[in-house]
């Protein structure tokens, strides 16, 4: 009878394990990896434009790369950046950085003291299927479809924000031979109904409100290729 009493007792314990096994909550789904690039345009001999203050163009794009890098990281999303410093990169070099990160967003950050508040370019490739080998000059053929969606919640965001937009598709080499999602944010001073400057570029109020704006997009924008 002693064998049956252990018997009986081990079956218990082992119905009790395995029912504390049902009662724990089946681990997390892994979350989809999503990775932004931010390209700070030109660079080194590369100046691009002379701003109103006396800055060249690429010491604004690199320190707006750098001000939306942190919000980002403060967000949970991983950044790639194409400079981190006044270094010259070309526009191959560009791309492949973009490509080789397989990142889900890509934005070519740029500056002009011409035109008023925020401009978004999409590249003027039409959209194609994708390949297994993209042509290098015309890769972001296959994800237009993507850039264009990505430049309509870019602009969503923007206009939230009390700033004026305008939308637009041009070529850009580098932008060309990419495969995510890329829109070139072009910033400018921002103007009121009257075309008076009420912002400057050196104004750091309007700096953060668009890196805000921007970085609030991106946020949204992971849901998005997150949802099935």
């Known amino acids: 009878m002693r064998w049956i009493k252990y018997a009986w007792s081990a079956l ?3 119905l009790l394990a395995a029912q504390l ?3 724990q909550p089946a681990p997390p789904a892994p979350q989809a990896r999503f990775v932004v690039v931010l390209d700070a345009a030109h660079g080194g001999e590369d100046t691009g434009g002379r701003l109103a203050n006396g800055q060249f163009e690429k010491s604004f794009t690199l320190a707006m790369s750098v001000r939306l890098r942190s919000l980002l990281a403060a967000r949970g999303i991983q950044v790639v950046t194409t400079r981190d410093s006044d270094a010259a990169v070309d526009p191959v070099k560009r791309a492949e950085i973009a490509n080789h990160a397989q990142a889900q967003a890509c934005l070519s950050l740029h500056a002009s003291e011409s035109g008023s508040g925020i401009y978004l370019f999409t590249s003027s490739l039409t959209p194609a299927a994708t390949t297994r080998f993209p042509a290098w000059k015309t890769a972001q053929a296959a994800s237009v479809t993507r850039s264009l969606k990505l ?3 870019l602009n969503s ?3 939230q924000a009390g700033m004026s937009v305008t939308l637009g598709r041009t070529s850009l080499p580098a932008l060309d ?3 995510c999602p890329v829109v070139a944010v072009e910033i400018a001073p921002e103007q009121n109904a009257n075309h008076q400057t009420t912002a400057g570029l050196d104004d750091k109020d309007y700096q953060a409100r668009v890196a805000a704006a921007l970085a609030a997009t991106l946020v949204e924008w992971r849901t998005e290729v997150r949802q099935p």
């Open 157 to 159: 965001a923007l206009l």
């Open 151 to 153: 430049a309509g919640v």
């Open 12 to 14: 218990v314990v082992a």
């Open 21 to 23: 096994v049902l009662a």
């Open 177 to 179: 031979s990419m495969t």
